[in-house]
Structure formats: structure tokens, C-alpha cells
């Protein structure tokens, strides 16, 4: 579940097809870097990265103007097909969001998602005080092997 934190998807993309025939969804692997109550905590978890481009999450695109998430990627021709749903999705999140550090500014209820892209470098800032996961310990014992891509902040594809 996502909760106010920095974070940068660094594994391949899961597809979960739900039983009722609803659109799939997608998960991944991420670090997360968050703070609870002036105590930060450094971890790696499996999120739903296809929360991120929901119609009610918000991608913020200069530090102040957002746009409906959703609106983000090409969808497809013919609204009725799951298959090409997914395929659109999939193709965006690899391309545009995978890999890119991001920071989740709040979150309202379980799927709606205020976010922005951030620099590698504002990444990489690690409180000094953070409390890290064994899994998270091993990125910060290896920070240097670590290359995260970097997003023009006025861009929002």
C-alpha cells in the first residue's frame, strides 16, 4: 500500500489478471524511502505500479499543475479489449515510469495517488537517521551499482 514517500520501481513488471475479467494491473518491486512520525524507514516492496495511472491519481508535471494520471499513456482503439488495455499500460509503465524516481505527495483512500518525478540525485539523499530493511540495506551498501533514469521535470511523458 502506498503511503507519502520517495520510491523508484527497480524490478520487472508483474501482470495480475483479476478472476472477474476486469482490467489487469500490474505490480513491481520498488525501494521505498519514507518518513512516520520524524522517523524515516528504508524498504523494498511490491507495489501496484498501475495505481500510479489510475483515472483518480494525479500526476503532478511542474511542481505545481497536475493532470488526471490516466491521460498519460495511449489507450487503446477499442475500449472493450483487456488485452490491449494491458499492453497499453505495460508499454507506458517500462518506457516512462520504471526505473524513474518518483515521489508520492499524498494519497487518499487506497487508489488515489498525488505524484511527481524527482531526480536521481534527490533519490539517493538518504536521511541519516533511516531505519533500513536487510533488502534496503543491501541498496545502501551498494548505492554505486545503483543507476536510476532521469526525467525532464516539465515533461510529462
Given at each position: ?130 531505519q533500513a530493511s ?17 526525467k525532464e521535470r516539465?515533461?510529462?511523458?
Amino acid at each position: 500500500m502506498y503511503k507519502k514517500s520517495k520510491l523508484v520501481f527497480i524490478d520487472d513488471l508483474q501482470q495480475h489478471d483479476p478472476k472477474d475479467g476486469g482490467a489487469a494491473y500490474f505490480t513491481a518491486k520498488a525501494l521505498v524511502i519514507a518518513e512516520d512520525n520524524a522517523q524515516y524507514h528504508g524498504t523494498v516492496e511490491t507495489l501496484r505500479i498501475s495505481d500510479l495511472i489510475l483515472k483518480q491519481s494525479s500526476f503532478i508535471y511542474d511542481g505545481v499543475h497536475s493532470r488526471e494520471a490516466h491521460k498519460l499513456y495511449t489507450w487503446p482503439r477499442n475500449l472493450g479489449d483487456m488485452a490491449a488495455w494491458a499492453a497499453s499500460k505495460k508499454a507506458f509503465l517500462e518506457q516512462h515510469v520504471m526505473h524513474f524516481p518518483i515521489q508520492i505527495h499524498s494519497v487518499q483512500e487506497q487508489h488515489h495517488l498525488s505524484w511527481e518525478f524527482i531526480t536521481p540525485e534527490q533519490f539517493k539523499k538518504t536521511p541519516q537517521n533511516i531505519q533500513a530493511s536487510p533488502a534496503f540495506q543491501q541498496y545502501l551498501d551498494h548505492i554505486g551499482d545503483y543507476f536510476f533514469l532521469r526525467k525532464e521535470r516539465n515533461d510529462p511523458v
